[in-house]
Structure formats: C-alpha cells, structure tokens
C-alpha cells in the first residue's frame, strides 16, 4: 500500500533519514582512535528495500568505508570536511524527497475532499 | 549502552558533546597547573588526556562515542635550578608541571570546533525531523 502510493520516495526517505544517523556517527567520532568512517552504498541500499524489503537496515553489504585521503597515524578515517559536504547533501535530498512525499500527499488529500 | 533505550541521533549527538566536555575539562585542568612547582619529581602535575572509544549501538547501526576514561602523561617534569626558592630541594633544585600551553590551547580549540560540528549537525537533523512531523 505504502509502496504503492509514494513509490520510490518512501523507501528513499526511510534511506536518506538511517544515512543521516551514519554521517552524524562519523561526525562524532571524528577524534576517536581507530575509528573507521562509514557510509552506505545508497543506490545498492535503494534497490534491496524496493525489490525485496526484507533485507534489514545495517547488513553488511550495504555499508562501504571511506578510503582516506591521507591516511592519520591513529588509525581514523574521518575527514570533517567531507562528512560535513556529505552530511549536507544528504539534508538537501531528504528535504527533497520530503517534497516529493507531501505532493503525493497533497494530492491524495485534495482527490478525497473532492476540490 | 548502559539503559536499554534505543540510541537515536539526539543520544548520539549527546554522548560525543559530553565526550567533548570531558576532553576540555582535562585539557582546561592541565592549563591551570601550568607552571605549578613542586619539591620533588613525583609529586609534580603531570598533564591527563581524555581517550575516546566508539560506542555502537547494533540495532540502529549508528555509532556513537565516549570517554572510556583519562589517562596520566608519562612526561618527566621539568628540572629548574632555582635555590631561592622556597620549594627548593637539598640541590636547589624544584620540579615543574610539564605542561604544554600551546598544545593544550590548540586541544581545546579542536574540541571546541568538534563540538560546533556536533551541534549543526543535530540542529540540521533537528530541523528535517521537525518539517517532516509539520507536513501534513
């Protein structure tokens, strides 16, 4: 039903919401030791949740780990800056498939009141 | 996790801010000692450091951070020849705090603007989690 009326922009918020959560851990642990940043392969992701919906969130095949540009001696591979473009880009893309959402909702509203 | 709550971003962003805290309570701490002298070598400040470890959480993948405790620099104190003053050991000699105030005001700024980063990041999720609960 839920895949029915908003498509791919469902499965697609869901995503973007669960990879905003991964870049702020990255963020986070950006003085951590040894910490290995992270990121999800969203187009991989996208696929498994609308073909078969069943593969969970956090399996290892969807995450792929950042390649530093320059290695650090303590082992951590976030770099601020780039967490911090991704994490914004991922913002603009929520914002617009929310948009996308609130159309279909929009319209779904406007065919039941009968405008 | 110590409680059983599932970590959302804001319990994320919580724990790293109060991560961040620690660090610049210790790097603060080591700066008041400063230039504090003692009689003999041991009993001299020596500088603490916080260690951050990472804490996932499985159920949601996201992971956070914390401060699994401070660690004690093995630095040795600064030896001064210094007879006159009232501290002075049998030698003349008085031992002070191996403190790195550039070091420590450049920690500081680190953990400040990691801690900034922390706080956009929460107030731009903040604000998409509010338009989406707000669209009707």
Request: glycine share 6%; no cysteine; net charge negative.
């Amino acid at each position: 039903m839920n895949e029915q009326i908003f498509g791919i922009h469902g499965a697609a918020l869901e995503l973007r919401s669960q990879r905003m959560g991964l870049l702020a851990s990255n963020i986070a642990n950006a003085a951590t030791p040894g910490y290995k940043a992270r990121d999800i392969d969203f187009a991989a992701a996208l696929e498994d949740k609308l073909t078969s919906g069943s593969v969970p969130f956090g399996s290892e095949r969807h995450f792929v780990y950042r390649l530093p540009t320059m290695p650090s001696l303590d082992g951590n591979t976030v770099e601020l800056g780039r967490e911090q473009i991704a994490f914004t880009e991922n913002a603009v893309a929520y914002s617009a498939t929310l948009a996308f959402v609130q159309g279909k909702v929009n319209t779904l509203t406007r065919a039941l009141k009968g405008e | 996790m110590p409680d059983n709550a599932r970590m959302t971003l804001f319990g994320l962003t919580e724990r790293a801010m109060s991560a961040q805290l620690v660090r610049m309570n210790a790097a603060a701490s080591n700066l008041a000692n400063a230039g504090s002298v003692t009689r003999t070598e041991a009993e001299a400040y020596r500088p603490i450091r916080a260690v951050f470890a990472t804490e996932l959480d499985r159920a949601s993948g996201l992971a956070s951070m914390h401060s699994e405790g401070l660690v004690r620099e093995d630095t040795a104190p600064t030896k001064r020849y210094d007879p006159y003053h009232p501290l002075a050991d049998a030698d003349g000699n008085v031992f002070e705090a191996p403190v790195d105030e550039t070091a420590e005001m450049v920690e500081i700024m680190e953990s400040a603007r990691q801690y900034q980063n922390l706080v956009q990041a929460l107030q731009t999720a903040k604000q998409l989690m509010l338009d989406t609960l707000r669209s009707n």
